[in-house]
C-alpha cells in the first residue's frame, strides 16, 4: 500500500513530477495531507487492531475449547469479549472503510484531493491515541471493562478506571468520525468532476456518503450515552440509576439507537465494494443501480427505527415489541433487492473467480445466511428464546466477518495493483479465501446450534452438553485466525514484489481511477478534473 | 505465569487432545435444533422458528440455485459471452413485493405469540425473582416460601488453571442448591427484578427469557406442560460470575406441589440454600431463636458454609480476595475492625462497589459468617458475634 510513494520518489510516477516536494520518512507519514498516505495510515491501523482483536478471540476460544477454566479467570475473560468487540468495531472495520474512502472516494469522482485535508490528518491521528487507551485498559488496575461491547450500567459503573478510558477512546473516536464524515460528504458533494452527476457516481461513493451521513446522526448520540455513564460514575448523577429517579433501561435504548446504525456503517461500504467488483469480473455492468442507491437509502432510514429488537427482553409493552418486530423485517426488503441485483449481475456474465471475486461471492453467500438467521432473529418470539444465546453471535459474526470483513479483503485484493502498481499472488489470495472461508465457517456455524440448545453468550465455561460444538467452533476459529497470517503476507509480499500489475489488471473495470488513471496511481491524482460524458 | 503454570497448562491440553481422540462419538450432543418445548409459549415458538426456517430454506433454494447456476454456466472459462442488460423494471418490483408479501404471512403467527407472551393476566400463582449477583431469590407472595438459588456445582470442578478438575457431575453449571418448584399446568406469573445489576431469567424450554433490572419490575409468564426438570441460565452478562447462574425449575403435579409448600412452611423462615444442610446438623427451630447464645465454635462452623455459598466467589475460599474489584478479608481494616462496622456492611453494602447488602440472610447466618471471618485465615479478633446483635443493627 505504501509502494504509492517509492513509485514516485523513484520516478515511476507517470505525470506527476511538479516541483514541489513532499516530505519523505516519519515526517512524510506525520504531517500527511495526502488522501492516499491517509487512507494508506487507516488501513494499516486497521490491519494492526485486526490482529490485536483477532488474538483477543482467540485466547477466548482457547478458554472455550472445553468445559472448564483451564487458562483465563472469568473477570479477564469478560474483559476480552468486551474489548474484543470494540477493537474490531471501532478499531478494525471502521478505520479500515474510511481507509478505502480516503484511497478511492477523490479518484471515483474526479477529485485532486478530500475537501479538508488537514482535518483528515487529524482524524487519523485522533484513532491512534483512542486505541491506546483502549488496550492500556487491560494494564490498570481491575483490568479492562468487562461488561460486554455494550457497556450497559449498572454494570459498567462498578468497574474501575479502565471504564473511563473506554469512555475517553469512544469520545475520541467519535469526534474523529463526525470529522471524517463532513469531510466524506464535503468531498462528495462539491469537488465532483463536471458531468459527474450524483446518479453516475460509484456504488461505493453513494455507500459511503449515506453511511456518512449516518455517522454524524449517531455518534453524538453515543458520545452523549458514555457521558452520562461518566457522570453517574463520578458526579453522582442518576440517569441510569433507579434509586435517584434514573432508568438503566432509558441507556439501552441511547446505545442501540447508535448501536443498530452503526451496524448499518459498517456494511454499506461493504455493499458499495461488492458493487464494483461483482460487475468488474462478470464483465457487465451492475443490475439495478438505481434501485441499489434507493435500497442503500432505505435501509439507512429503516436502521433509525429498529433499535427495539436489542431489547425484545427487556419487557418493553406488546406495542412496543410488535413496532420493532414489523420494522425489522422490512429491512429485508431493501436487503433482499441487492441480493438479486447481484446475482442478476452475475447473470449471463462474463465470469472469472480471481480472489477479490471469490471473496466478493463468498460475501454474498454468506452475509446472505446472515440476513436469514437476521430474519429468524426479527421474529419477536423466536429472538426472545434466542436472546443472549450463540445465535446471535453467529448471527453478527456472520455478517460482519463474512459480510464487511471478506469485502473488505475482496477491496484490498482488487485495489492492491492501483495502489501499488504491483499485482498480489494469485495463488496465495486463493489460498487465504478458501482457508477463511473453511475456517469461518466451522468456527461460525456450530454457533448457531449452541444457541439453540440455550447457549449464553458471554460465559467462560458451559455445561457438558455445549462441549462438541463449542470444540469445533475453536478448531475453526484457530484455522480462520492463522489463515489471517497469510493475508499480511500477501499484501508485503505484494508490496515488496516486482511483479508490475498492468494498467488495466481487471478487464471489466469501469470507474475513474481505472480508466483514467496510470497504474499504480500518482501521488497526486486529477489536479485537473477530469470531463465525464 | 510460572514455569509450572504453563507445564500444567500443556498438560491439560494434551489430556484434552486424547480425551477428544477416545470420546467424541461416545456421548456427542451434536444437538441441532430448539430444545423440545415444555410449555405452549415455547410450543409456539418451535413452530415459529420452523415456519421461518422453511421460508428461509425456500429463498434458500431460489437464491443459491440461481446464483451456483450461474457461477457454472456464465463463467469466461466455458465460453460465455457477457450480456449488457443492466436493468428491468419488472423483475426488480416483483423481487420487491415478493418478500414483501412473505413477511406479511410471517408476522401474523408471531403478532398472536407476542400478545400471548404479553398476557399476564389471570396467573394461577406468583413469584417474585430477585437476581443479584450471582444467584436468584424467589418470593412464593401467595403462600410465603422464600428460597436462594445458588449455583451447586463445586469448584473443584470448575477451576483447572493448575491442575485437572475433579470429574464433572452430569449437570455441570446447571444445578442449584435449591430449585424453583411450580405446579405443571398452571399459569405461573413472575415479577422479575433485580437489587444489583441487570440479569436475565432465562429458561428456553419455558419460553421464557426477562431482564432483571435493578429498581423495576417485570412481569412474564410460563405454564409447564407436564412435570419434570426445565434447566436455564443467566441471559445477561452480570459481572464475574455471569456464567455460574443457573436456573432449574421442577415442575411437580399439584399435590405434590401442595405437599411441597406445606413442607415448606413448616420448615420457614428458610432463607438461604446454605440453611438446609446446617439446617440437616442442627435443630432448625433453635438454629433461629434469636436469644439463643451460640458458641464460638457453632459460629465458626457455621460461618464457613455461610461464607462458601455467599462470599467466597468474590473474596475467594482463601480470603485473598481479587484486588481491586473483591478485597481480600484475610487481615482486612474492616474484618479486624470495630465490630459494628462490620455488621453494618453486610446490612447494608458499600454503594458504587460489588458489595451488595447481604440483609436477605437471617440473623444467625450474618452473626456466623461475620464471626467465621474475624477468626479465619489470619484474622484472630477471638469474638463470636451473636444473633441477637446483627437483630439489633437491623433497621
Known amino acids: 500500500m505504501s509502494a504509492a510513494a517509492p513509485a514516485h520518489d523513484h520516478g515511476h510516477g507517470h505525470h506527476d513530477d511538479h516541483a514541489h516536494a513532499h516530505p519523505t520518512g516519519l515526517k512524510r507519514w506525520l504531517f500527511t495531507t495526502n488522501h492516499k498516505d491517509i487512507g494508506t495510515l487507516y488501513l494499516w491501523f486497521s490491519l494492526a487492531m485486526f490482529f490485536m482483536g483477532g488474538t483477543m478471540a482467540l485466547l477466548i476460544r482457547a478458554e472455550l475449547f472445553k468445559p472448564g477454566l483451564q487458562f483465563l479467570n472469568p473477570e479477564f475473560f469478560n474483559s476480552l469479549t468486551t474489548v474484543h468487540g470494540l477493537v474490531m468495531v471501532f478499531g478494525a472495520i471502521m478505520p479500515a472503510w474510511v481507509g478505502f474512502a480516503n484511497w478511492l472516494i477523490p479518484m471515483q469522482i474526479g477529485a485532486a484531493d478530500m475537501a479538508f485535508p488537514r482535518m483528515n490528518n487529524w482524524s487519523f491521528y485522533l484513532v491512534v491515541p483512542a486505541a491506546i487507551l483502549l488496550v492500556a485498559s487491560f494494564f490498570v488496575p481491575g483490568g479492562a471493562a468487562a461488561s460486554g461491547w455494550t457497556l450497559y450500567p449498572p454494570l459498567i459503573i462498578q468497574q474501575g478506571i479502565a471504564v473511563d478510558m473506554t469512555i475517553l477512546a469512544v469520545h475520541i473516536l467519535g469526534a474523529s468520525s463526525i470529522m471524517g464524515s463532513i469531510n466524506i460528504i464535503t468531498t462528495i458533494l462539491n469537488l465532483r468532476a463536471p458531468g459527474m452527476t450524483l446518479m453516475k457516481m460509484p456504488l461505493f461513493v453513494w455507500t459511503w456518503l449515506i453511511t456518512a451521513y449516518l455517522l454524524i446522526a449517531v455518534m453524538p448520540v453515543l458520545a452523549g450515552a458514555v457521558t452520562m455513564l461518566l457522570t453517574d460514575r463520578h458526579f453522582g448523577t442518576s440517569f441510569f440509576n433507579a434509586a435517584g429517579g434514573g432508568d438503566p433501561t432509558m441507556f439501552m435504548h441511547i446505545f442501540w439507537f447508535f448501536g443498530h446504525p452503526e451496524v448499518y456503517i459498517m456494511i454499506l461500504p461493504a455493499f458499495g465494494v461488492v458493487s464494483a467488483i461483482i460487475p468488474a469480473f462478470a464483465r457487465k455492468p451492475l443490475f439495478g443501480y438505481a434501485s441499489m442507491v434507493y435500497a442503500t437509502a432505505s435501509i439507512a432510514i429503516l436502521s433509525f427505527i429498529v433499535w427495539g429488537h436489542h431489547m425484545f427482553t427487556v419487557g418493553m409493552p406488546a406495542a412496543g415489541n410488535l413496532f420493532f418486530m414489523y420494522a425489522t423485517m422490512l429491512i429485508a426488503v431493501p436487503t433482499g433487492v441487492k441480493i438479486f441485483n447481484w446475482i442478476a449481475t452475475m447473470w449471463k456474465g462474463s465470469m472469472t473467480f480471481e480472489t477479490p471475486m471469490l471473496f466478493s461471492i463468498g460475501f454474498l453467500c454468506l452475509f446472505t445466511i446472515g440476513g436469514f438467521s437476521g430474519l429468524v432473529l426479527a421474529i419477536t418470539p423466536v429472538d426472545i428464546t434466542l436472546h443472549n444465546t450463540y445465535y446471535v453471535v453467529a448471527h453478527f459474526h456472520y455478517v460482519l466477518v463474512s459480510g464487511a470483513l471478506f469485502s473488505i479483503f475482496a477491496g484490498v485484493y482488487f485495489w492492491l495493483p492501483k495502489w501499488t502498481g504491483n499485482m498480489y499472488n494469485e495463488k496465495l489470495g486463493k489460498l487465504h479465501f478458501w482457508l477463511s472461508v473453511i475456517g469461518f465457517n466451522l468456527a461460525f456455524f456450530p454457533q448457531h446450534f449452541l444457541g439453540l440448545a440455550g447457549m449464553p453468550r458471554r460465559i467462560p465455561d458451559y455445561a457438558l452438553q455445549f462441549a462438541e460444538w463449542n470444540m469445533w467452533s475453536s478448531i475453526g476459529a484457530f484455522i480462520f485466525g492463522f489463515s489471517q497470517l497469510l493475508f499480511l503476507y500477501n499484501v508485503i509480499e505484494c508490496i515488496r514484489s516486482n511483479r508490475k500489475s498492468e494498467q488495466m489488471p481487471w478487464e471489466g473495470a469501469d470507474s475513474l481511477e481505472w480508466t483514467h488513471l496510470p497504474t499504480p496511481a500518482p501521488y497526486h491524482t486529477f489536479e485537473t478534473a477530469p470531463v465525464i460524458k | 505465569m510460572g514455569t509450572d503454570m504453563l507445564r500444567n497448562h500443556l498438560r491439560n491440553a494434551v489430556l484434552a487432545a486424547a480425551a477428544l481422540a477416545g470420546s467424541a462419538t461416545a456421548h456427542a450432543a451434536y444437538d ?143 444445578e442449584v442448591t435449591q430449585p424453583l418448584v411450580v405446579p405443571a399446568g398452571k399459569k405461573v406469573r413472575l415479577l422479575v427484578t433485580s437489587n444489583d445489576v441487570i440479569h436475565g431469567w432465562y429458561v428456553p424450554q419455558l419460553g421464557v427469557n426477562q431482564y432483571g433490572i435493578p429498581g423495576f419490575v417485570k412481569d412474564t409468564w410460563f405454564k409447564a406442560d407436564r412435570p419434570g426438570t426445565y434447566r436455564g441460565q443467566c441471559s445477561q452478562i452480570c459481572g464475574k460470575e455471569h456464567g455460574y447462574m443457573p436456573i432449574v425449575v421442577v415442575a411437580k403435579a399439584p399435590d405434590e406441589y401442595a405437599a411441597w409448600v406445606k413442607d415448606q412452611q413448616a420448615k420457614s423462615p428458610v432463607h438461604t440454600a446454605a440453611a438446609a444442610p446446617a439446617g440437616a446438623a442442627a435443630a432448625p427451630a433453635a438454629a433461629e431463636d434469636p436469644n439463643r447464645k451460640w458458641t464460638l465454635d457453632e459460629l465458626k462452623a457455621k460461618g464457613g458454609e455461610v461464607y462458601a455459598a455467599n462470599c467466597a466467589a468474590c473474596h475467594q475460599p482463601t480470603g485473598k480476595g481479587l484486588p481491586p474489584a473483591f478485597p481480600p478479608l484475610d487481615g482486612s481494616k474492616v474484618v479486624n475492625g470495630p465490630k459494628a462496622a462490620q455488621i453494618a456492611l453486610e446490612l447494608s453494602g458499600k454503594p458504587g462497589t460489588a458489595m451488595a447488602s447481604f440483609a436477605r440472610l437471617s440473623d444467625s447466618e450474618l452473626a456466623a459468617v461475620i464471626t467465621y471471618t474475624r477468626n479465619h485465615w489470619g484474622n484472630k479478633t477471638g469474638e463470636a458475634i451473636q444473633p441477637a446483635e446483627v437483630k439489633a443493627a437491623r433497621k
Open chain 2, 32 to 174: 441441532v435444533d430448539i430444545l423440545p418445548p415444555g410449555s405452549p409459549i415455547a410450543r409456539q415458538i418451535y413452530d415459529l422458528h420452523w415456519a421461518i426456517i422453511w421460508v428461509c430454506v425456500g429463498i434458500f433454494v431460489v437464491v443459491f440455485g440461481a446464483m451456483f447456476y450461474s457461477v457454472f454456466k456464465h463463467r469466461k472459462a466455458a465460453g460465455a459471452k457477457a450480456a449488457h442488460f443492466h436493468e428491468n423494471t419488472t423483475v426488480e418490483v416483483i423481487w420487491t413485493v415478493i418478500p414483501f408479501v412473505i413477511l406479511i404471512g410471517m408476522a401474523y403467527p408471531a403478532t398472536r405469540t407476542v400478545l400471548e407472551m404479553k398476557d399476564t393476566s389471570n396467573p394461577d400463582l406468583t413469584i417474585k425473582v430477585t437476581a443479584f449477583q450471582w444467584a436468584w431469590q424467589y418470593d412464593y407472595l401467595q403462600d410465603g416460601v422464600k428460597l436462594t438459588s445458588f449455583l451447586a456445582t463445586p469448584r473443584a470442578q470448575i477451576e483447572e488453571w493448575e491442575r485437572q478438575g475433579e470429574k464433572k457431575n452430569p449437570d455441570y453449571l446447571l
